[in-house]
């Protein structure tokens, strides 16, 4: 079993920064592929960031590409989501996942079996 846990989230003006985290334990962290996603009120649950399943290439949503940055420390079993020049449309809850199974697109949420409970980011204008 695989637990994650993020942290990091808040309110914001736009064009702001967050850092957002998530620590993952119960497993080799380094085999797992990770990624962020995210969801508004209303919406349907939104790619951001992942690692390739080889961790070595990095993709990201059209809406945060230029803005975002996905990274790890495997050290500290951890996975970051570098947020710049936030927009009020950014606002949403983020979640993210790992997987283990080498299997599926990691742009797709349901390619992720574990989730961690999300932290809210809130982009005021």
């Known amino acids: 079993q695989v637990q994650l846990v993020e942290s990091g989230g808040g309110l914001v003006q736009a064009g702001g920064s967050l850092r957002l985290s998530c620590a993952a334990s119960?497993?080799?962290?380094?085999?797992?592929?990770m990624g962020w996603f995210r969801q508004a009120p209303g919406k349907e649950r939104e790619f951001v960031a992942a690692?390739?399943?080889?961790?070595?290439?990095?993709y990201y949503g059209d809406s945060v590409k230029g803005r975002f940055t996905i990274s790890r420390d495997n050290a500290k079993n951890t996975v970051y989501l570098e947020m710049n020049s936030l927009k009020p449309d950014d606002t949403a809850v983020y979640y993210c996942?790992?997987?283990?199974?080498?299997?599926?697109?990691?742009?797709?949420?349901?390619?992720?079996?574990?989730w961690g409970q999300g932290t809210q980011v809130t982009v005021s204008s």
């Open positions: 996942a790992a997987d283990t199974s080498q299997v599926g697109a990691v742009v797709r949420a349901t390619t992720y079996k574990y």
């Open positions: 119960g497993h080799t962290f380094s085999s797992y592929t």
């Open positions: 690692f390739g399943w080889t961790g070595r290439n990095t």
